[in-house]
């Protein structure tokens, strides 16, 4: 195929994607992190009254956006600690999965949006973490080593930082830029 078909093609090809509706490619089910499905799931009137108003402004947030969430599906992390799986819709119909997460500090609640590739980290995280501990045999429990206790660095942009401290008192932090990310377990 030569290039002046290849670009024709291209474009009429993208022309006409935009031509459908999103809702007819896109997927309505929100689907979760894998390692969140075995974690204790949770309705929405059973979220602690302190956690309320930072959930107002989250689902305000997510539909602004245009962010697909199911909002009576929260996952309780820790009891500081709550997640909703979140996906972030495309012009034409590609979804990513990101994870909203709902943490109590101090005595207020904020919440943090995690990208996609910080997402995936997480759950990486969480899955290999409880790998090593059930083909080791230890018994460590997963909620203190993996849940954030106090958000360090949360920034957007080039390079994503999500930086958080465990209940074991680790720093972990989750970075993405353009062509990789990684998890750092200090």
Do not use: W
């Amino acid at each position: 195929m030569n290039r002046r078909k290849f670009i024709i093609t291209s474009a009429i090809g993208a022309g006409a994607l935009t031509m459908l509706p999103t809702s007819t490619i896109a997927s309505n089910n929100v689907n979760s992190l894998s390692s969140l499905n075995k974690i204790k799931n949770i309705s929405l009137s059973s979220l602690p009254f302190n956690f309320t108003k930072a959930h107002e402004g989250l689902i305000a947030e997510l539909n602004q956006l245009g962010y697909m969430y199911d909002s009576n599906k929260l996952v309780k992390l820790s009891s500081k600690c709550y997640a909703i799986s979140v996906q972030k819709k495309s012009l034409l119909g590609f979804t990513s999965d990101e994870l909203a997460i709902l943490i109590e500090e101090n005595g207020t609640s904020k919440y943090y949006i995690l990208e996609e590739k910080l997402a995936v980290e997480f759950n990486t995280l969480i899955k290999n973490y409880s790998y090593n501990m059930d083909t080791n045999g230890f018994s460590y429990d997963l909620a203190e080593f993996a849940f954030p206790v106090k958000i360090q660095e949360a920034k957007k942009g080039k390079e994503s930082i999500f930086s958080y401290k465990n209940k074991l008192n680790n720093t972990i932090t989750l970075k993405s830029s353009r062509k990789k990310s990684r998890a750092i377990i200090c």
